[in-house]
């Protein structure tokens, strides 16, 4: 019997499979990447249409005469709902930002409505002062996707009511 033939058979066939098995890899990799990509491809997509829409005012009210209470009025000056809002609460003195603290509530405001929140809602565990600035950053969801419109944001200096 001639044990060249066979393994030279045994290396094709092995080879073969090797082919195979790296071929299988490569497109579950590659769908699994393009699948990836366009989703977040949709997501910026959305992100640029969906943000030129949408716009948010603030005020913000600090009240000392009784108690540390403050108010943040948000109104939805765009044409979509807006679903979630990021509050960052930015203390500064003079030109520096000594403090940041970043809350996100879950709200939907209605087109051209507005909604007011206290220090309660907010769960402030840190006292406010008159340099303390408000950002508020819209959100909005679309298809399932969260969509931050940080361009879109509206920001007030804490002033006493």
């Given at each position: 019997?001639?044990?060249?033939?066979?393994?030279?058979?045994?290396?094709?066939?092995?080879?073969?499979?090797?082919?195979?098995?790296?071929?299988?890899?490569?497109?579950?990799?590659?769908?699994?990447?393009?699948?990836?990509?366009?989703?977040?491809?949709?997501?910026?997509?959305?992100?640029?249409?969906?943000?030129?829409?949408?716009?948010?005012?603030?005020?913000?009210?600090?009240?000392?005469?009784?108690?540390?209470?403050?108010?943040?009025?948000?109104?939805?000056?765009?044409?979509?709902?807006?679903?979630?809002?990021?509050?960052?609460?930015?203390?500064?003195?003079?030109?520096?930002?000594?403090?940041?603290?970043?809350?996100?509530?879950?709200?939907?405001?209605?087109?051209?409505?507005?909604?007011?929140?206290?220090?309660?809602?907010?769960?402030?565990?840190?006292?406010?002062?008159?340099g303390t600035?408000?950002?508020v950053v819209?959100?909005?969801?679309?298809?399932?996707?969260?969509?931050?419109?940080?361009?879109?944001?509206?920001?007030?200096?804490?002033?006493?009511?």
């Open positions: 019997m001639n044990k060249k033939a066979e393994s030279l058979w045994i290396s094709y066939v092995l080879l073969v499979a090797f082919v195979v098995a790296l071929s299988a890899f490569t497109y579950s990799w590659m769908t699994a990447y393009t699948s990836d990509t366009s989703e977040e491809i949709k997501e910026r997509v959305f992100n640029s249409e969906l943000c030129d829409s949408l716009g948010v005012s603030v005020t913000a009210c600090l009240n000392t005469s009784t108690s540390q209470d403050l108010y943040i009025n948000v109104t939805n000056r765009g044409d979509l709902r807006i679903t979630k809002l990021i509050f960052r609460l930015i203390q500064t003195s003079g030109s520096s930002v000594s403090d940041m603290h970043v809350i996100e509530i879950d709200s939907v405001i209605k087109p051209q409505g507005t909604k007011s929140f206290a220090a309660a809602q907010l769960n402030l565990t840190f006292e406010v002062g008159n600035l408000a950002e819209p959100v909005t969801e679309k298809e399932g996707f969260l969509i931050v419109c940080s361009s879109r944001k509206g920001e007030a200096f804490f002033r006493k009511c």
